[in-house]
């Protein structure tokens, strides 16, 4: 995520926000719409006090394929 050190209200922004916002954009445009997955059960809870806070299972995917 874009990130930076001033108050957003007063008209910071991260010099990198506009090209992580289309790497974010083509990445799930790829998870969405050019590959097929199985999502199988897992835990998706995640810790409220450690950094960065990841799901327990992570994330997974079977059978991945490219559409």
């Given at each position: 995520?874009?990130?930076?050190?001033g108050?957003?209200?007063?008209?910071?922004?991260?010099?990198?926000?506009?090209?992580?916002?289309?790497?974010?954009?083509?990445?799930?445009?790829?998870?969405?719409?050019?590959l097929?997955?199985?999502?199988?059960?897992?835990?998706?809870?995640?810790?409220?006090?450690?950094?960065?806070?990841?799901?327990?299972?992570?994330?997974?995917?079977?059978?991945?394929?490219?559409?």
């Amino acid at each position: 995520m874009p990130q930076g050190g001033g108050d957003y209200m007063m008209g910071h922004r991260c010099a990198g926000e506009f090209v992580t916002i289309e790497v974010m954009k083509v990445s799930l445009d790829y998870l969405a719409n050019r590959l097929s997955y199985r999502f199988p059960a897992q835990d998706l809870s995640f810790s409220m006090v450690s950094m960065p806070s990841i799901p327990h299972s992570k994330v997974i995917l079977q059978n991945v394929k490219r559409l």
